[in-house]
């Protein structure tokens, strides 16, 4: 059977890429006829509106009917009246599906693009979005963040292992499933914490650590989680234990070696976190230290308060300690790519292979070293590879072999776990290479080997100069 390779939804692409062109624009004394004129001109249902400061309004076909033929206005009102202003805007490298999200979670139909200076380069509208192998995802996304209680938000959820088999049934390419499942989960971590409540409305984040924040989670993805802000600890963790017991329901379950929110040294005020990095830097051998760094390096925030990110702030400090990005590069090519020796002579059978621990740990483990180094936090393994290649921190075949390894490797999890859940069964990253067929346990033994080559380059040569 051929591996999913086939389908890069638009909703796995950077919206950039999905624009059809500039967007009609005007200014905001510019009469709503002339504003009409523009839009049957571009092709287009809507105008943007340039305004003072860079900032941008829109005005759509929807408005031209509510606001002004609705209420009988007539063609020479000025379009400032009648536009929404400040229009949302998301920035150029937005992946498809968080720009739905964002739809979704707004109730907009289409938003402005605009540049890393914020210059408009056109507008993605929804249309532009809904792929027929993904609309059922993002269906189920706004079904979870439009829950009205825990009940409709676990039945909402119990869709979710439905909907990733089948996306893997489409041939939705195995990284593109990963990041649509990650956001899927992150939308019920978001409307579980808003169910729950928080009483004390304080400045608070709940973040997603590790491969769901990462986009990189499939169906035996833990939830990892942390909590900043200005409540006490006991607070913020019977709060957290709420939040999990709910999602626990939901068929998300916490991390089994207690990364959640619910335990104190996952919940933090803002002030005490920057304590602790700063400690964790001033001696990474201590109180896992490195392991602490770079799960706040993959952090994202969930919900809450944008300032209190933690991801920024602890790669940008990292930087400023290359002595121990060094550990964290070390840590990464010390624990080698490896498939288990053959035990069972007698039997000739191969040893069960853990693909997350044997293969695609390390290459993610390297992947934040060269990420962080480059300048990034809460970015896909694949994401972090190219701009440290890009950046000179990784050689190109390097940088090369672990992306392709990785999507090769994902490909055989995400089949297994899919099969597994086929069968009713519980999801595991432990595969029995005797269930393979032989392409695929070809390509499990060259991606292994492959890793463990770049390993032993970056152990005794290091990163290029």
Not at 255 to 281: N, Q, V, Y
Not at 329 to 350: D, N
Request: charged content about 25%.
């Amino acid at each position: 059977m051929n591996e999913p390779l086939v389908v890069r939804d638009a909703a796995m692409r950077p919206v950039a890429d999905l624009l059809r062109g500039p967007a009609p624009t005007c200014g905001p004394d510019t009469t709503v006829a002339e504003a009409a004129r523009l839009m049957t001109t571009g092709r287009a249902r809507y105008v943007l509106v340039s305004l003072p400061a860079g900032a941008l309004g829109i005005l759509t076909e929807g408005d031209l009917r509510r606001r002004v033929l609705g209420v009988g206005r007539g063609g020479d009102v000025p379009v400032a009246q009648v536009m929404t202003a400040p229009a949302l805007t998301i920035a150029a490298s937005t992946l498809g599906a968080d720009a739905l999200l964002v739809m979704l979670a707004h109730g907009v139909r289409r938003l402005p693009v605009v540049s890393a200076t914020g210059e408009p380069l056109g507008v993605v509208e929804d249309t532009d979005l809904l792929a027929n192998a993904t609309r059922g995802s993002f269906l189920l996304r706004g079904e979870i963040a439009r829950a009205e209680d825990t009940d409709a938000l676990v039945a909402a959820c119990a869709r979710i292992p439905s909907l990733t088999l089948g996306l893997w049934r489409a041939r939705v390419a195995a990284l593109d499933v990963s990041a649509i499942l990650s956001v899927v989960a992150e939308a019920a971590v978001r409307r579980a914490v808003e169910l729950v409540g928080d009483e004390t409305r304080s400045p608070a984040a709940w973040f997603g650590l590790g491969s769901i924040a990462r986009r990189e989670a499939v169906p035996s993805s833990d939830v990892d989680s942390a909590w900043s802000g200005d409540e006490t600890v006991d607070t913020a963790t019977t709060h957290a234990t709420a939040v999990h017991a709910l999602l626990d329901r939901c068929g998300l379950h916490a991390d089994d070696k207690g990364a959640s929110a619910a335990r104190p040294r996952f919940a933090r005020p803002t002030g005490r976190w920057h304590t602790a990095i700063e400690g964790w830097l001033a001696d990474p051998f201590a109180d896992q230290a490195l392991v602490m760094l770079g799960m706040l390096v993959d952090s994202r925030i969930a919900y809450g308060d944008p300032a209190l990110d933690l991801a920024g702030h602890t790669a940008q400090m990292l930087r400023s300690r290359p002595e121990v990005l060094r550990l964290l590069l070390r840590e990464a090519v010390e624990e080698k790519a490896r498939i288990p020796a053959r035990r069972r002579i007698v039997a000739r059978r191969p040893e069960p292979v853990d693909v997350k621990v044997h293969g695609l740990s390390p290459v993610v483990n390297i992947a934040r070293w060269a990420g962080t180094a480059a300048g990034l936090a809460s970015e896909s393994t694949p994401t972090r590879l190219r701009v440290a290649v890009e950046r000179g921190l990784l050689a190109a075949d390097d940088g090369r072999v672990l992306g392709e390894t990785f999507d090769v490797l994902t490909q055989i999890r995400l089949r297994h776990q899919c099969e597994q859940l086929e069968r009713g069964q519980t999801p595991t990253d432990v595969v029995d290479p005797q269930l393979l067929g032989p392409l695929q346990r070809s390509l499990l033994s060259n991606a292994v080997r492959e890793i463990a080559g770049v390993q032993r380059t970056l152990a005794y040569a290091g990163p290029p100069a």
